[in-house]
């Protein structure tokens, strides 16, 4: 008994991310927009309350692994200058019976209590949310028992809360109706794919048509995906010479492409069934240049100012 | 003068691998003067067309250099043309002047300098009468904080200026809401990201702030549109 009643630090719950850490996702409009929209009502609080109404503050995302569940509600929280405490199923399923449900109402409450505010992000959510069941054995009271916790905890909390899942359709439909707003991620677009390879090719950079051909060649590839090949590129570059190994372009792509996989319930793309011999890397330029050696774009011009610097202080205290 | 290549024991193969040295270099300067004068060419275009070649030179001798090498050029010619009396404003107060802030309120200037703390270095202005000492932390925030002129003996007089405020950790700028969508533009302007909203999350310019960036740069804050 003492056991499980000592407080625990919030903290212990899950991780927590900091406001000031946050990335910007790369998504299509219609997330995007779904996004300003609820910031804009979550700040017009006080007009909504006049007539009566209240911020809408459950959202559930769905989407496969790795389209930015997690980035996008980070960012929220750190648009709303909130931390973010996010939980997964392991913290909270208990293998011991009916702890499980002590252990949720116990992170309602803490989350309820901290202060500033948490926004509280429950991954994978659908591992709680399944459809109820009629109870043939104690496995399934047990799990009928953890729904109905969150149902009536999901309902009274007063706070900020994400759900994430990446099966919306196991999500029982009570549970999914406790949530005012759905907000689908899909797999990113050829213009998200390009600036997603952008992004994550810096400090290299591919001229337009060689960016164009491989954001073509990863079709159906996830945010997280395009990432880790873009990242696993840049390592190969660096350690490939110190390892001695083959630096040639077709060599390289294979060994990335061989290293850095797709989720399993996600399609290939295209560069993983060709690897080297696909026509996006015969378009691309090696060894990669520089991002700002290929400018695609002309910059964008901003007022500059002048920056002052005084020669006598060049020291920091 | 017929030459066998095959020759041995005379500099015959030197000489012609000389001779080859040679052409090619003339044949490269015979290029070179050649873009030499397609490049003057060029100039005279531009002329033409109404643009001063003299300044097209120093913008192409300015994408030369690195941005930091342009930013310290530019640091430095205006240091020193302020000093030979060649401007009567200091460069700081101009660069102020010309962010759009309000001149009158001492925290909004004081704000606006801190966008302009050198990278390495630190900067002492005296602002509203009060010397205010500007530089930038570890992670290149720029960081603002009154210099006390006597030694720690005098803990805060308090009707030191308004300026002895015990200040919160954070520093939230002390401005009202319209100065707080100014703010926000100012970020985006000076490439902060969005999510460097100063206002703490239950204060009402943190929405302001935050629309305000947003409306100068166009966008929703979750980068461009394609
Ligand atoms: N839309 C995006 N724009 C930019 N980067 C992204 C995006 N989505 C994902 N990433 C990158 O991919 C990685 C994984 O993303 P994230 O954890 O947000 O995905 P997720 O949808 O939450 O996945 P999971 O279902 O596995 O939890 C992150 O490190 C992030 O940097
Ligand atoms: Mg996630």
Redesign the pocket.
């Known amino acids: 008994m003492a056991r499980r009643t000592a407080p625990r630090d919030i903290a212990s719950y899950g991780d927590l991310f900091d406001p000031k850490e946050a990335?910007e996702?790369?998504?299509g409009r219609a997330v995007r927009d779904s996004l300003t929209e609820w910031l804009t009502e979550i700040w017009a609080a006080d007009d909504l309350v006049k007539v009566g109404l209240q911020p809408r503050r459950r959202a559930m995302f769905d989407?496969?692994?790795?389209?930015?569940?997690?980035?996008?509600a980070h960012h929220l929280a750190a648009r709303l200058g909130l931390p973010m405490l996010a939980v997964r199923p392991d913290k909270l399923i208990s293998k011991w019976v009916g702890q499980s449900s002590e252990q949720i109402g116990a992170l309602f409450d803490a989350a309820a209590a901290a202060d500033p505010p948490i926004l509280l992000f429950l991954?994978?959510f659908d591992a709680y949310a399944r459809h109820r069941r009629r109870s043939e054995q104690g496995a399934d009271d047990e799990r009928n028992m953890i729904v109905d916790t969150f149902l009536q905890r999901v309902e009274q909390h007063s706070g900020f809360l994400i759900a994430?899942t990446?099966f919306a359709d196991h999500v029982d439909q009570a549970m999914w109706r406790r949530f005012d707003i759905h907000i689908t991620?899909e797999l990113?677009g050829l213009a998200?794919r390009r600036r997603?390879i952008q992004?994550y090719l810096m400090p290299y950079g591919l001229p337009a048509d060689a960016l164009e051909s491989l954001a073509i060649a990863l079709e159906t590839a996830?945010?997280?995906l395009i990432?880790s090949f873009c990242e696993g590129l840049k390592r190969q570059i660096i350690l490939g010479p110190l390892l001695k190994l083959d630096m040639s372009r077709g060599a390289v792509i294979d060994r990335v492409v061989s290293t850095v996989h797709p989720h399993k319930d996600v399609g290939k793309p295209r560069l993983w069934s060709h690897g080297s011999q696909d026509q996006s890397v015969r378009a691309m330029p090696w060894p990669l240049p520089a991002a700002e050696e290929v400018k695609a774009e002309p910059p964008v011009c901003r007022p500059d100012v002048a920056v002052v610097s005084l020669n006598d202080r060049r020291n920091k205290p | 003068m017929p030459e066998a290549k095959t020759q041995r024991g005379t500099n015959t193969i030197v000489a012609d691998e000389l001779r080859g040295y040679i052409h090619r270099i003339e044949r490269i300067e015979e290029m070179r003067s050649q873009s030499a004068d397609d490049i003057r060419a060029v100039y005279a275009e531009a002329k033409a067309h109404g643009y001063t070649p003299k300044y097209i030179r120093k913008v192409i001798k300015a994408r030369k250099q690195t941005p930091s090498d342009r930013d310290d050029e530019r640091a430095m010619m205006d240091l020193y043309e302020t000093a030979a009396g060649l401007r009567d404003e200091l460069p700081l107060f101009r660069a102020v002047g010309a962010m759009s802030v309000d001149l009158t309120a001492r925290e909004s200037v004081v704000e606006a300098l801190k966008q302009l703390v050198p990278l390495a270095g630190e900067i002492v202005v005296r602002v509203g009468g009060v010397a205010v000492r500007l530089w930038r932390d570890e992670a290149g925030n720029p960081q603002a904080e009154d210099v006390v002129d006597r030694p720690a003996s005098a803990p805060s007089a308090a009707g030191n200026t308004g300026s002895a405020t015990p200040k919160p950790k954070v520093d939230v700028p002390d401005c009202d809401d319209a100065g707080a969508e100014e703010l926000g533009r100012e970020a985006f302007r000076n490439d902060q990201p969005i999510i460097s909203n100063p206002f703490p999350w239950d204060d009402p310019r943190r929405a302001l702030w935050d629309v305000g960036w947003r409306k100068e740069s166009g966008g929703d804050g979750m980068g461009p549109d394609d």
């Open positions: 990335a996702p790369i998504l989407g496969v692994p790795g389209v930015g569940k997690t980035t996008l991954d994978e994430a990446n991620l990113p998200e997603i992004r996830s945010p997280a990432r």
